[in-house]
């Protein structure tokens, strides 16, 4: 995972498992398929992200790596010294028992609602956003309005 991390972190592409076609298949046009197809815009604040999203992405797995062969170290030394302790492994046990005794103090009902209140809000967000596109687009401009008269 690491190493696969750092490759990414470089700004490299992992290499894919499946083959690559060197030529598209002829494709037929239609209106329903052509609708069903189209790119759907970026968000602002995403567009800079496809460059550095693998970049991130692979410094996170670089450190998920890192751990994941750290703590077979750590457990390699435990099997040897069953007294080894390690205060890295101490710190993220830490941290993992404060998340899970958060996580069950507030229930799995008030989680469930939390994520129910935020999809709800993101539905309601993109409506909006959509609801505000349509009527901009079908008022005419103030430059074009008909005269009466």
């Not at 939390?114 to 993109?126: W, Y």
């Amino acid at each position: 995972m690491a190493v696969a991390g750092a490759w990414l972190l470089a700004g490299r592409q992992l290499p894919a498992l499946t083959p690559k076609i060197r030529r598209a298949p002829t494709v037929t046009r239609s209106v329903p398929s052509m609708v069903l197809i189209r790119p759907t815009p970026l968000p602002r604040w995403a567009a800079p992200s496809p460059p550095l999203a693998p970049r991130l992405g692979g410094g996170l797995l670089l450190a998920i790596g890192a751990y994941v062969a750290y703590y077979g170290w750590y457990e390699i030394r435990v099997q040897r010294d069953p007294t080894a302790q390690d205060p890295l492994i101490d710190a993220a046990g830490a941290v993992q028992r404060t998340i899970a005794n958060a996580l069950d103090t507030i229930g799995p009902a008030s989680i469930a609602a939390l994520f129910a209140r935020l999809l709800v809000t993101g539905v309601i967000i993109r409506r909006r956003r959509v609801a505000r596109r349509g009527s901009a687009t079908s008022s005419p401009p103030a430059s074009h309005t008909p005269l009466s008269g």
